[in-house]
């Protein structure tokens, strides 16, 4: 099961040079990182569960549930559109070590 599918990617390289250092061809490997895409990840593994177990989907279904409430209760007034850190525009993180 690939928990990364509908994750969107980021900072894909459009080109590959090894001089640049540790280069992830696919972009950014670290998506479970933003809140959102936890959600994203959650219904990928439940459907991989549903594929292996069926007969347990209504209880794989109930735990999806219960966590999409609860990153949704946790991520109430937390849209800071990339400012929640940010004190001055000097504290921006540089674009390579962007997570979400």
Same mark, same amino acid.
């Given at each position: ?26 972009? +950014?490997?670290?998506?479970? $990182? &933003? @809140? ?5 990840? /959650?219904? !990928?593994?439940? +459907?991989?569960?549903?594929? $292996? &177990? @069926? ?5 794989? /279904?109930? !735990? ?7 990153? &949704? ?17 000097? &504290? ?9």
């Amino acid at each position: 099961m690939d928990a990364s599918v509908n994750v969107p990617l980021l900072q894909v390289p459009t080109s590959l040079n090894r001089g640049e250092g540790d280069i992830h061809i696919f972009g +950014n490997p670290h998506y479970w $990182l &933003d @809140p959102a895409n936890g959600k994203i990840i /959650a219904q !990928n593994i439940y +459907n991989g569960l549903v594929r $292996l &177990d @069926p007969d347990h989907r209504d209880a794989f /279904a109930a !735990n999806l549930q219960h966590f999409d409430e609860t990153i &949704d209760a946790k991520n109430q007034g937390m849209d800071c559109q990339g400012q929640c850190f940010q004190k001055h525009e000097s &504290d921006r993180l540089p674009q390579r070590m962007a997570l979400f």
